[in-house]
């Protein structure tokens, strides 16, 4: 069973350029999380989506935007790129079933970096 | 105060031994616990969930709850060199009353060094 692909695993921006970043969940999985690593921060919550719909939303300025498609994939989109933007953005898919807990898988990561 | 803490360490452990990391978190709310493992330039893997106080264990590693006190805890018996890692300690809303939110909110994790 493949696990959560994210594209691409790296990728160096300037400043005020615009970044897009695709997720895969595990096959059957409908939740799909983003979170934002840095070393000073830890991971940060940046948006949840489930069946096309943003159901959660972090702290994060307006700047950063995301959206699912009916296949369950995301995108996360970052505009008006800022140096503090320079992150490892993961993404972790669960099966968001009606009972118990959910657990995250998470992917392997994209490092951004913004010159 | 944030909502979930962990001392970052660096957590150095004799081979062998037993490594215990702890964790507190700050909403009574919580229902539901997780520690993941971090391996340097990887991506985080979930080695243990907990939702009821008390242990749970799972081959070396038991994860121990205590919702009175807010804490949460791991401990890694017969500690090897591969766990060095850095632990994060995820905490999650009410299975029952938050259906669907899937955030968790991670403490910045402990770096734990394994020394032969």
């Known amino acids: 069973k493949a696990g959560v692909t994210q594209t691409p695993r790296y990728l160096i921006k300037t400043r005020g350029q615009q970044v897009t970043l695709s997720c895969s969940p595990i096959s059957g999985h409908r939740s799909v999380s983003w979170y934002q690593q840095t070393p000073g921060q830890g991971l940060q919550f940046l948006f949840e989506y489930f069946s096309e719909t943003q159901r959660n939303k972090g702290n994060f300025p307006g700047r950063f935007s995301g959206r699912q498609f009916s296949n369950s994939r995301s995108e996360m989109n970052v505009s008006t790129l800022e140096l503090g933007d320079s992150a490892l953005y993961l993404c972790a898919s669960s099966l968001d079933s009606s009972r118990g807990a959910n657990v995250l898988t998470f992917g392997a990561g994209s490092r951004l970096t913004v010159l | 105060q944030k909502e979930v803490e962990q001392n970052s360490g660096p957590l150095s452990v004799p081979e062998g031994a037993i490594a215990s990391l702890n964790c507190t978190y700050s909403?009574?709310?919580?229902?539901?616990f997780f520690w993941y493992r971090q391996y340097s330039g990887k991506s985080p893997e979930l080695i243990m969930s907990i939702y009821s106080n008390g242990d749970k264990e799972d081959g070396r590693f038991t994860a121990q709850l205590n919702k009175a006190s807010q804490y949460v805890s791991l401990l890694i018996r017969d500690s090897q060199p591969s766990d060095s890692a850095t632990y994060l300690c995820a905490v999650k809303g009410g299975v029952w009353s938050n259906f669907g939110n899937e955030k968790l909110t991670f403490g910045t994790g402990t770096r734990l060094t394994i020394i032969p």
């Open positions: 909403d009574r709310g919580s229902q539901s």
